[in-house]
């Protein structure tokens, strides 16, 4: 075990792989470094308890750490996100390594408290208060590391939604949008230290500013796209009922705007999205998938998608299947429904048989398989930029193979041909011509100069 050495384990969302870059990066601001699992002594476990069981998959994950470790007590495990705020206190009295429990706003003092726990071995201390306003952490700590080509700013930490079957609202809490001016400044910071796309993050991004009343989503949108050194932006995760026409708008104008939307459908029942809570009907959503489509034509959409919602039905299920259909997604998310404490749907009684629910699901995962495959084919031949990222894990003597994503989202191998830019190949912005479709990515070759 190496001493001020830290792992970070990350269940769930893109929040929360957010969250763990950061405190990987406050972490080393620290004096520590990252290790391997088995080898550190600090280990930070990143939670979510949106589906299935959550708390279980950290309670293994403790007990892999205590049995690797031998429960050494000199090991610190920390537990932070949506099992910590949920569960909270409970871990200390499960595991005597757990000495800190952080949650969705507490997560900004977590590296500190951290540190005052390796010096003071008996404490243990609790975070899971919610903060009035968006838990400002410091930053952006980029010095002397270098940021992935790829970058992720959050702009709002909870939900005002309350979607029957959702969770987050309790755990992550109501919605706070963070300053504007904190936002763009970290932008500039990732720009600064060599990223050339950034995602905004939020649990619903385009509701940012209704709490606070200050700047909305488009607006921030346009200030973001109009940094300096920014090739290509992206948000996640925007709500349906929340897209105004300037955010269609926006996809015309904003040629750094990517043309991928991940729009979250969850049924195409207007029945079922009623019961959800959704507050959009089928017909709603089909019209601003046209509507972007017409402001952007080369967009691929893709979606989250719940099976077997209490009381659905075979007919309700086939009218998701439609709807997925018309909408043309790329990829889905699918889920089972699982029915969350606290929250509405949890009182709903007519719930499926979990083979029935199971069937339904596979039954959607194998269209969109079918269909995504069929989509990517669609794009062979077509030269398209792709941002690199990282060697391609699948070398081929004689080549040199990058890995990236076009502006769509679809991952790209990229044999390369030209000189290596001056700033190294990771992070350059490379035309290629799409030469072949695999299942799940696109091969391609370079047909210009990289910038
Ligand atoms: N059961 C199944 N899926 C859920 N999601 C959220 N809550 C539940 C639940 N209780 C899915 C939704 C959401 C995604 C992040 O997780 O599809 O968009
Ligand atoms: Fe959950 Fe609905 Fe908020 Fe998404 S919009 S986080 S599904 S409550």
Sequence with gaps: MRDMSFHITTFGCQMNAGDSEWLARAMQARGFSEAPFGQASVYILN???VRDKPEQKVYSEIGRIRSLTGNDPNVLVCVGGCVAQQVGNALFSRFSQVRLVFGADGIAQAPDAIVRLTRERFRRLSLVDFSAEYPEREGPLYAGTRV???????IMQGCDNFCS?????????????????????????????GAREITLLGQNVNSYGHDSGG???????YKVAALPGLARLRF????????APELIRAFGELSVLAPRLH???????????ERMGRRYTRAQYL??????????????FSTDIIVGFPGETEEDFQETMETMRQANFVGSFSFVYSQRPGTRAALLQDELPRKEKLERLSRLQEWQ???????????EGETVEVLLEELSPKPEAGLVIWQGKEPRGHTVNVTLTGPEPARGWKGSLVPAQITAAAMHSLRAEQVGEAR
Excluded: N, W
């Excluded at 992935?148 to 959050?154: D, E, G, L, R």
């Excluded at 700047?215 to 949108?221: A, V």
């Excluded at 079918?370 to 084919?377: I, K, V």
């Design 47 to 49: 939670t979510c308890s």
């Design 148 to 154: 992935p080509a790829s970058a992720f700013v959050a």
């Design 165 to 193: 079957y959702c969770i987050v609202p309790y755990v992550r809490g109501r919605q706070k949008s963070r300053r504007a001016e904190a936002v763009l400044e970290e932008c500039r910071a990732v720009l600064d230290a």
């Design 215 to 221: 700047m909305g989503f488009t607006d921030l949108l």
């Design 236 to 243: 996640i995760t925007p709500h349906p009922k929340d897209l």
């Design 263 to 273: 729009l979250p459908l969850q049924s195409g029942s207007d029945r079922i999205l």
């Design 287 to 300: 019209d601003l998938v046209a509507k972007l489509r017409a402001a952007r034509p080369e967009m691929h």
């Design 369 to 379: 398989y079918a269909h995504a495959g069929e989509m990517l084919r669609a794009l």
